[in-house]
């Protein structure tokens, strides 16, 4: 069985539609990507071999201001859906996007082609790719410039202004593959059918400027409207932009024999579609909205340090989840737990860790597990924010099951919290 998480977003709801054999959906409230105990309860009841991530947080302008909620769905929960996925044998697929790129090599995007964002809507799911990687045989398709019947997008953006106005201006310096989502969501079905894992682009074949892409939208749409250009520097957005960040496809078509048809016939499919549907009134949900709760889960506790924060997400008896962020070239102090184990993973930023006799370096969604008994360090030796997610677990749970060994803040009391 295939689970779609986000299935009601704009690319969650065509892939209900097009991905084969059982196919179950999810979305807010049923789940939220945020919290462990939303996710485990899910993917526990529902037990299914593949788990499809259609969850973002897609607002990039937004992401500027809101950099904490960005990496928290699209940084965060990928990395709760992969400890789901390992933990229950699923096969977890993770959408991403051209944006995890700098635009600067001036020809299409290779897979392993080095990342280098240029946002924090970037970063946030340069942060996601890293973290879906902690589930074996993970599965990372990034495509581009999405449009479908579900949600808000850019063809319906610029027909509801081509109604409005007769002249508009568009930029003309950013250079990119309008995808259709159907489309996607062909590509993500023969890469689950051919139990493809990795990463894999995959966007309608051709590209265009926004500018251009404007203009046949009004063409094929019957509108005559005025496109003036417009630069990227003139828009004046908060987020930087990738200029030229078209993806090279070639791999999906060798390893598939699948190739996304040309962006214009695409849009032409999406526009007939559109008119056929035209007396309908379409549910739009926002796809960076799906699996997102609008009204925050609120922690069971936060607190602030010398060395950062620290927040805890999820706690019962049995198990207690903090997010901890360190800050760079901080460290926690040098401790023991009598009664807990703690497992790390990190979802930004790299730890070194110091257990027992050992000192070594953990990566974005690498994890490393602390023992009962054994004394342990978390430091941030890096010049971005440390994020982890520690998960303890024990017979006592309590913040003064530690003693201090060494502290850089002078706190070498046993009974204290870190």
Same mark, same amino acid.
């Given at each position: 069985?295939?689970?779609?998480?986000?299935?009601?977003?704009?690319?969650?709801?065509?892939?209900?539609?097009?991905?084969?054999?059982? =196919?179950?959906?999810?979305?807010?409230?049923?789940?939220?990507?945020? @919290?462990?105990?939303?996710?485990?309860?899910?993917?526990?009841?529902?037990? &299914?071999?593949?788990? =499809?991530?259609?969850?973002?947080?897609t607002d990039v302008d937004g992401c500027e201001t809101q950099a904490e909620l960005a990496m928290q769905v699209n940084g965060e929960?990928?990395?709760?859906?992969?400890?789901?996925?390992?933990? @229950?044998?699923?096969?977890?697929?993770?959408?991403?996007?051209?944006?995890?790129?700098?635009?600067?090599?001036?020809?299409? /995007?290779?897979? %392993?082609?080095?990342?280098?964002?240029? @946002?924090?809507?970037?970063? @946030?799911?340069?942060?996601?790719?890293?973290?879906?990687?902690?589930?074996?045989?993970?599965?990372?398709? +990034?495509?581009?410039?999405? /449009?479908?019947? $579900?949600?808000?997008? #850019?063809?319906?953006?610029?027909?509801?202004?081509?109604?409005?106005?007769?002249?508009?201006?568009?930029?003309?310096?950013?250079?990119?593959?309008?995808?259709?989502?159907?489309?996607?969501? +062909?590509?993500?079905?023969?890469?689950?059918?051919? %139990?493809?894992?990795?990463?894999?682009?995959?966007?309608? !074949?051709? #590209?265009?400027?926004?500018?251009?892409?404007?203009?046949?939208?009004?063409?094929?749409?019957?509108?005559?409207?005025?496109?003036?250009?417009?630069?990227?520097?003139?828009?004046?957005?908060?987020? +930087?932009?990738?200029? /030229? !960040?078209?993806?090279?496809?070639?791999?999906?078509?060798?390893?598939?024999? #699948?190739?996304?048809?040309?962006?214009?016939?695409?849009?032409?499919?999406?526009?007939?579609?559109?008119?056929?549907?035209a007396a309908q009134t379409p549910k739009v949900s926002g796809c960076g909205g799906a699996g997102i709760s609008r009204q925050r889960? +609120?922690?069971?506790?936060?607190?602030?340090? &010398?060395?950062?924060?620290?927040?805890?997400?999820?706690?019962?008896?049995?198990?207690?989840?903090?997010?901890?962020?360190?800050?760079?070239?901080?460290?926690?102090?040098?401790?023991?737990? $009598?009664?807990? !184990?703690?497992?790390?993973?990190?979802?930004?930023?790299?730890?070194?860790?110091?257990?027992?006799?050992?000192? /070594?370096? =953990?990566?974005?969604?690498?994890?490393?597990?602390? &023992?009962?008994?054994?004394? $342990?360090?978390?430091?941030?030796?890096?010049?971005? &924010?440390?994020?982890?997610?520690?998960?303890?677990?024990?017979?006592?749970?309590?913040?003064?099951?530690?003693?201090?060994?060494?502290?850089d803040f002078h706190r070498c009391v046993e009974g204290s919290a870190t």
């Amino acid at each position: 069985m295939i689970l779609v998480v986000g299935a009601e977003g704009m690319l969650g709801r065509d892939l209900m539609e097009v991905l084969p054999g059982e =196919v179950r959906g999810v979305d807010l409230p049923e789940i939220d990507i945020t @919290s462990f105990e939303s996710v485990l309860e899910v993917v526990g009841r529902y037990r &299914p071999q593949v788990i =499809v991530n259609a969850v973002a947080y897609t607002d990039v302008d937004g992401c500027e201001t809101q950099a904490e909620l960005a990496m928290q769905v699209n940084g965060e929960g990928v990395a709760i859906l992969a400890m789901a996925a390992k933990e @229950s044998g699923a096969k977890l697929v993770q959408v991403s996007t051209d944006y995890v790129f700098d635009g600067s090599k001036g020809a299409p /995007y290779l897979e %392993d082609d080095p990342y280098a964002p240029l @946002s924090v809507y970037g970063e @946030s799911k340069l942060a996601g790719e890293m973290n879906a990687r902690f589930a074996p045989g993970a599965l990372v398709v +990034r495509t581009q410039w999405l /449009y479908g019947l $579900h949600g808000k997008n #850019f063809v319906e953006t610029m027909l509801r202004l081509g109604r409005e106005k007769d002249e508009l201006a568009v930029v003309n310096d950013q250079v990119g593959s309008p995808t259709w989502t159907v489309d996607l969501a +062909r590509a993500i079905r023969v890469l689950i059918e051919r %139990d493809c894992s990795g990463i894999y682009h995959a966007a309608n !074949s051709g #590209f265009c400027t926004w500018n251009e892409f404007a203009r046949t939208i009004f063409a094929e749409a019957g509108l005559s409207v005025r496109v003036n250009p417009l630069n990227t520097e003139q828009l004046g957005r908060p987020a +930087r932009r990738p200029l /030229y !960040s078209t993806l090279e496809c070639g791999k999906l078509v060798q390893d598939t024999g #699948f190739q996304l048809q040309p962006w214009q016939e695409a849009l032409g499919q999406y526009l007939q579609l559109r008119r056929e549907k035209a007396a309908q009134t379409p549910k739009v949900s926002g796809c960076g909205g799906a699996g997102i709760s609008r009204q925050r889960r +609120r922690p069971v506790e936060r607190g602030e340090r &010398p060395w950062g924060t620290y927040t805890v997400l999820e706690e019962n008896r049995n198990y207690k989840i903090k997010r901890i962020e360190v800050l760079p070239g901080k460290r926690l102090s040098l401790q023991k737990h $009598h009664h807990r !184990s703690e497992h790390w993973i990190v979802v930004s930023g790299t730890a070194k860790v110091t257990c027992g006799e050992r000192e /070594y370096m =953990v990566n974005i969604n690498e994890s490393t597990f602390i &023992p009962i008994g054994e004394s $342990h360090r978390l430091e941030n030796p890096g010049m971005i &924010p440390l994020v982890i997610i520690e998960v303890q677990s024990g017979e006592y749970l309590g913040e003064d099951d530690i003693i201090r060994f060494q502290d850089d803040f002078h706190r070498c009391v046993e009974g204290s919290a870190t």
